[in-house]
T-cell receptor
Framework: EAQVTQNPRYLITVTGKKLTVTCSQN?????MSWYRQDPGLGLRQIYY???????DKGDVPEGYKVSRKEKRNFPLILESPSPNQTSLYFC?????????FGPGTRLTVL | KQEVTQIPAALSVPEGENLVLNCSFT??????LQWFRQDPGKGLTSLLL?????REQTSGRLNASLDKSSGRSTLYIAASQPGDSATYLC??????????FGTGTRLQVFP
């Protein structure tokens, strides 16, 4: 079954404690992307990757890092999380007209 | 900068009603437009995709239209059911693989 998985699904952490949210897809897609969703602001793109070792900033990249060492994985890294990064995060894998979204990770930074 | 707006933000209707969700965008230079459904605790599911050269797409009880010149799209849901309750998101693509989302319409259909 074609799918995008994210882990963890829920995370509560404290300011400054580094964390990584993993994303994995089983469709061999080249293009992957991270979004955050906030009330009243919709989904905004954080970073995207067009292939292995090729990443670029989206609309709201500040405070985030990503890596793409292999095609299936696209982790999102928060080196020093802050409360304004409390949000619902989605990973997506895209090929042509088809988009597949992960189930989301709800992050709370205290 | 492309901006996507959805009205209304929330909608509550009785079962069986036909309803229309609206999406507007500021830049008509789009590659395509999509409507997604979002259920709590789940990811987004693509419902309909309209290419920039098309005027509408249909899938079952759903019909989406696109008027690029006026920067508008509508999602028509016929004979609504409680299972249609979800948040509906509109997204435009200025180019392939890039999505710019609206803020969504939260729909509740009650029996």
């Amino acid at each position: 079954e074609a799918q995008v998985t994210q882990n963890p699904r829920y995370l509560i952490t404290v300011t400054g404690k580094k964390l990584t949210v993993t994303c994995s897809q089983n469709m061999n897609h080249e293009y992957m992307s991270w979004y955050r969703q906030d009330p009243g602001l919709g989904l905004r793109q954080i970073y995207y990757s067009m292939n292995v070792e090729v990443t670029d900033k989206g609309d709201v990249p500040e405070g985030y890092k990503v890596s793409r060492k292999e095609k299936r994985n696209f982790p999102l890294i928060l080196e020093s999380p802050s409360p304004n990064q409390t949000s619902l995060y989605f990973c997506a894998s895209i090929s042509g007209r088809r988009e597949f979204f992960g189930p989301g990770t709800r992050l709370t930074v205290l | 900068k492309q901006e996507v707006t959805q009205i209304p933000a929330a909608l509550s209707v009785p079962e069986g009603e036909n309803l229309v969700l609206n999406c507007s965008f500021t830049d008509s230079a789009i590659y395509n437009l999509q409507w997604f459904r979002q259920d709590p605790g789940k990811g987004l599911t693509s419902l309909l995709l309209i290419q920039s050269s098309q005027r509408e797409q249909t899938s079952g009880r759903l019909n989406a239209s696109l008027d690029k010149s006026s920067g508008r799209s509508t999602l028509y849901i016929a004979a609504s059911q409680p299972g249609d309750s979800a948040t509906y998101l509109c997204a435009v693509s200025p180019y392939t693989d890039k999505l710019i989302f609206g803020t969504g319409t939260r729909l509740q259909v009650f029996p």
